[in-house]
């Protein structure tokens, strides 16, 4: 720092070493499925029980664990970059990070003063610390595939360097009066972030460190139908960095020109003193972010493809319906299967903002009273999803929906929460000793240290995403709905036992046609509002020079009310699918953070103190 007349300067530099070791280990050990119908088989016929039934899923997957029918067996085996095979999949990432600063504080005149900044952030790109870590930089619907080994000593990195990262600063701060009583504020900032490990960690499997084995035996344990296709011990695997076309191989691959997520921030505020220890506050608060991280398909369905395959249906609508999903990988969607649906392309491409009016009116602590109310107003858009939870509050794939038109996903963002009020306050009874009544006697000792604080929470919903339940879009991922009337008018939604029904009117909602992905977008619906009010109540003694006394009163949610999750909150995700037996209903209520439900708790504590 240095002080230089109207001037406060301030420079600096900041050096941090990035470490993180760790191992998955996903499939190290065998993994052996006796679903047979889970996994596409047959076991039984269920008309021999009751000759109505089409269909019988459950009974089958138990006859095929009791006869030891193999659906699915497959295992994972880890190798490092010269072949030799190791127990685990650990990996040594390493991250170097610099950023250098310098800001100005500039105070122009007694009622005005400036801050200006700019800093430069240089975020290295993450490797692992032994090569043994690598990505592919070739067109991924190709076929033959080769990965690169990225890191020290192989001459490539996981991704280019962004050197981009410039970060100018500017605020100021106005009092116009020169009374003290009021404040205009304003600011601007540019801020990057930083390339969290969980993204390129999943990147540990690809070939040439890990190689799967993976079959569908179609046989039983104990090789009772002689197929020979469950071997006692799986076949050993030959590390490769090649994968050939019908690998349908799941890979983690980065865009090269991978770039840190950045931010331009912004806001204009007023702060006015007014009568009685008022102050009020009202702001604007806007943000943009650029080069946020999606995760895309590598290898989506061609287009082109895919009409060929309708075209051979000559119209009929069961044939053309059934080129979808992942099937495409199969059916000839796509011009090579060297990887299959859900391999991810992590790109840097996605786009967000941000505005809201921030409003808030304090009463400071005068009397033994403080009272606090605020009011947020905002809007969120972006057209990407969080990679690392993803569908959690909006029902949205980590992946984009149509990975060749990306702008399908631009719609409110999952925490897209238009209104926010809060209440908080502490009053101070006047009571007991040194204060306004029963200053003394019995009634003034059982009063005195007597507090009540409490706040006060309430918000409207998070959005949700209302999917068909198809992939009529022939993208390989479910679409939209089609909405064509109101969805929350009177109309046929019985709902199931435990279940709230949200969506009123079913009828409102349309599997769309095939080839359209749905007009009812991203995140276009909203779920239950959420009311807090929690409480508590503090009571302080004094019983001696010495010894203190304390209980307290802690009361949350205390008027019992029901947070309601949002429909496809539940664990099987099922209740924002229209093609579901729970479309539009809820089936759970929001959880604390800690695990705990949300429903009214109490607790008592009491403590001395000496």
Not at 65 to 72: C, D, M, N, P, S
Not at 183 to 198: E, L, P, T, W
Not at 231 to 239: A, D, G, K, M, N
Request: glycine share 12%; net charge negative; hydrophobic share 35%.
């Amino acid at each position: 720092s240095w002080a230089r007349g109207s001037h406060n300067l301030k420079f600096g530099m900041d050096f941090r070493n990035i470490r993180e070791s760790g191992f998955n280990n996903f499939n190290s050990r065998r993994q052996v499925d006796l679903r047979a119908n889970f996994n596409g088989f047959s076991v039984l016929d269920p008309t021999v029980i009751d000759p109505t039934l089409t269909g019988f899923p459950e009974l089958e997957d138990d006859a095929s664990a009791f006869w030891g029918f193999v659906g699915f067996d497959n295992y994972a085996e880890f190798f490092d970059k010269t072949a030799a095979r190791q127990a685990t999949d650990n990996k040594d990432f390493r991250q170097h990070e610099y950023d250098w600063y310098a800001q100005d504080s500039w105070k122009i005149r007694r009622n005005l003063t400036l801050n200006l900044g700019l800093r430069y952030q240089f975020n290295g790109v993450p490797y692992e610390e032994h090569g043994n870590l690598s990505n592919l930089f070739e067109d991924p619907s190709g076929a033959p595939l080769t990965f690169v080994n990225v890191g020290p000593g192989t001459g490539r990195m996981l991704y280019k360097n962004d050197f981009s990262n410039i970060e100018p600063r500017i605020g100021f701060s106005w009092d116009p009066r020169g009374d003290g009583k009021m404040a205009i504020r304003g600011a601007y900032g540019i801020f990057h972030d930083r390339v969290f490990g969980n993204l390129f960690g999943n990147a540990r499997g690809n070939p040439p460190f890990e190689q799967d084995y993976a079959a569908a035996p179609g046989d039983t344990i104990n090789g009772a139908l002689g197929t020979g296709g469950f071997p006692v011990l799986p076949p050993q695997t030959t590390p490769s960095a090649v994968v050939p076309d019908g690998s349908l191989l799941f890979a983690t691959i980065f865009d090269n020109n991978f770039r840190n997520s950045s931010s331009q921030n912004w806001n204009l505020g007023l702060q006015r003193e007014l009568a009685g220890n008022w102050v009020l506050d009202a702001s604007y608060v806007g943000a943009k972010g650029t080069h946020i991280f999606r995760l895309f398909e590598a290898n989506p369905p061609d287009p082109a493809l895919v009409n060929n395959l309708v075209a051979q249906c000559g119209g009929d609508p069961a044939c053309e319906q059934s080129f979808a999903g992942a099937g495409l990988w199969f059916d000839g969607g796509v011009a090579h299967n060297a990887l299959f649906r859900g391999s991810a392309l992590n790109r840097s491409n996605g786009n967000s903002n941000y505005h809201s009016l921030q409003t808030k009116i304090t009463h400071r602590f005068t009397h033994g009273v403080q009272i606090q109310g605020s009011y947020t107003w905002s809007h969120a858009i972006d057209d990407s999803n969080d990679p690392l939870t993803p569908g959690n509050l909006g029902g949205n794939p980590g992946f984009a929906r149509d990975s060749r038109h990306p702008s399908f996903d631009r719609g409110n963002s999952d925490n897209d929460v238009r209104h926010v009020g809060t209440i908080n306050y502490i009053w101070e009874l006047p009571f007991g000793r040194g204060r306004q009544w029963a200053s003394d006697g019995a009634i003034g000792r059982v009063l005195e240290g007597l507090q009540i604080s409490g706040l006060a929470s309430l918000q409207t919903g998070h959005p949700f995403t209302m999917l068909s339940g198809v992939d009529t879009a022939r993208t390989g991922r479910i679409g939209y709905t089609d909405q064509v009337g109101d969805p929350y008018s009177q109309g046929p939604n019985n709902g199931s036992p435990g279940a709230k029904v949200w969506i009123t009117n079913l009828n409102a909602l349309q599997v769309p046609a095939f080839g359209s992905i749905g007009n009812a977008g991203k995140n276009q619906f909203y779920g239950p509002s959420y009311v807090d009010f929690d409480v508590s109540i503090d009571k302080k003694m004094q019983i001696t020079e010495r010894i203190g006394w304390e209980l307290r009163f802690e009361g949350y949610n205390i008027f019992n009310h029901p947070n309601f999750l949002n429909p496809g909150a539940d664990s099987a995700h099922q209740g924002n699918v229209l093609t579901s037996g729970l479309a539009g209903l809820i089936t759970g209520t929001i959880a604390n953070s800690d695990g705990t439900t949300s429903a009214r708790q109490v607790q008592v504590g009491m403590k001395v103190t000496f």
